[in-house]
């Protein structure tokens, strides 16, 4: 109850005369008034990735480099693209991202850049990495709120056209961008010589020339591209949901993309583009009708300027012929010359509601670009090392309305990230992490490694569970070192799992996201991996799963999980299932294989002395009863002896058939069909010598080593 209000007997509430009342309609009118889109993402950061400083550098770096992909691809440019990184003060940071793309027009940059909501791809329904025209410009509103430093932007459309030079900020109040050099108005920059004067004489940055492809071949003048650099609070740490691990993960998704990184500690790194040619250009579609729901009905018919109900359906929609479209009105007890303008809410009811019960055919799915079996495996292979890759395309699906495609390929074995670092980053890594227990450094900081793979280096390591990762001494970091080089942890890794959307690899939110789900609901045991009910499977394996759309369903604005729709989900186990089933049978094969080596190895430790018995009861020949017996023992466990091919299928083809999208490795050369083939120890190997007829001796050893290799 509030204050100045008494209670008569009945209960009810009674205002006292005297006490004002807090607030009234006309008080409360004067504090109503619109809220700009910049201040409310302002005070919700969070929603557009910006939650912490750690993840702000992340979204701000992804922001740009994925618009200069996107850029690139669109006017048919191979993409080169530059990331630096710099430590400018203990928690600022002062991100730059440089494209080689067809650069803005001077216009646009300040909208571009200090305008939310501002964008080429939000109204077209094309796959595009892009696409809610917000990304850029939050970015800019986080640094210019962190640091008050203005957003830094070069940009340049052709050789011989003048380069723009704009320092902005975002007027949050009114959502509009305002321009700090030149007067109000940016600074131009001439072409040639004279620019690359002004450039250094201004301290621009900008990289001029492309880094030469060989040692001494002359650098080339970068023509065109788009420079933005942003002075924001951020941290850098390296390990899951890090910048490095951003960059490689696109690197794996974009095959056809140089990148070239400097991090804050000056290191630098080229991802160098495996292929020179483009992805296929994506088309634009027009909306199908299944997926437009009624109140988007009801405002296309407002906007178009089709004036008969058919000449709208036909031109709004993708798939809808004239045919169609008559069927649409006849069901909606529409005439198909009705004037559109005269639809009102009860015609659009029934028009919506025809639509739903017409049969149009799915959109046309050139709108989506696929990456493809080849270069998911190639992608996966050149990041992750492992023995066993399989990689499947699913053909596109629908989901309301909008076309979809599935991929997935799967890396089974080689090293864990854990034996993969050196012990200066690992020491570089114990300072830089915010975990506050080693247990939770390790968990956090290594991609797959789960908390019984950490607790067993811990024990080996005998660091205690508790200790902080910062205040480890030398002793301990050489022990802790030395565990995690030597503890097998394969059983006690979880699956790694690496999501993306429109080739953009997506870090947060694993637990919301419909990829993680689909693969934890996925019966992985099937398929030879250990798993408990609902959750990731276990052992060393590393999962990518990719959908392309015109439209992702992300949960929010940072774009960093797919919702659950039925329809993805249920295209994504079918993936999922076609690259297990491949993995299943990997596994079974090499567990074959490796149970008639040991077969075999038995055989052979008793042919001589079985040979030497039959000789003495019936007098034959030894060498030639040792001789058939080895036949009979080969023939027997003839899988031992299965060579697979590098696309995977065993050498005899009736052995084994992955039927396509798989690569195997050898690890170290031949190492991994040594495992295969478990090739005889050399106790075995010497037990087995001294059985067999002396005089044969060096002849079968040459035989069975032709064998086995
Ligand atoms: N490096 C660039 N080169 C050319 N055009 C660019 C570049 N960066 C941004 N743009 C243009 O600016 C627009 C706005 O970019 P912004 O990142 O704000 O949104 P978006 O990429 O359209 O969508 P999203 O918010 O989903 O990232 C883009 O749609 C694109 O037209």
Redesign the pocket.
Known sequence: MSEGATTTANGTAKRKKSAPRRATAETMAKKQREISVSEFFAKNRHMLGFDNPRKALLTTIK??V???L???E??GILPEIWVHVEQTGESRYKAA?Q?N????LKK?IPL??GK???????HRLRM????????????GMYAILTTGKPIKIV?KTGAKKPAHYYELRIDTKVNKPEILNGKGDGEDIPPGEKGEKYIEDHGIEWVTHHDPEKPDAKPKPIVS??R?TLDLEAKYQRGKGSVDEYLEQTAIANPHVTLHYIDPSGNQKTYHRSTDVLPPEATEIKPHPYGVELGRLVSMCKETTESSLSGFLTTSFSRVSPSIAKQICDKAKLSTRMRVKRIDRDHAEHLYAAIQDTKISNPTTDCIVPIGEEQLLKGLHSVVPAEFYAAATRPPAVYRGNPFQIEVALAYGGNVETQKITKDLLKELLYETDARTVRQFLILTFNGLGPDAADKIIKQSKVGTRKSPNKLKPKEIDHLFEAMQNVNVNEGQSMQVYRYANRVPLQFQHGDCAITKTIAQTNWRSYGLSQSRGNLPSGPVTIMVHIASVWVPFTN?A?EAVASYDEIQKEMRLALQTVGRKLGMFLRRRMKVKQQADRRSIFRRYLGEVAQAVSDINGTDKEDIYEKLLEVAKKKTAEADMVLDESGKAVDPSLANYGGGVLIVDKDDDAMLADMLNRPTESETSAAASDKPKSKQTDLFDEEDGDED
């Open positions: 922001e740009a994925d618009n200069s996107d850029a690139c669109e006017a991202i494209d793309g067809p650069g803005i646009q571009i850049f939310l909501l501002y964008g080429s791809k939000f595009s990495r892009g696409q809610q025209g917000i990304g850029i410009s939050a970015a940009s591209g788009t933005v604005q774009k």
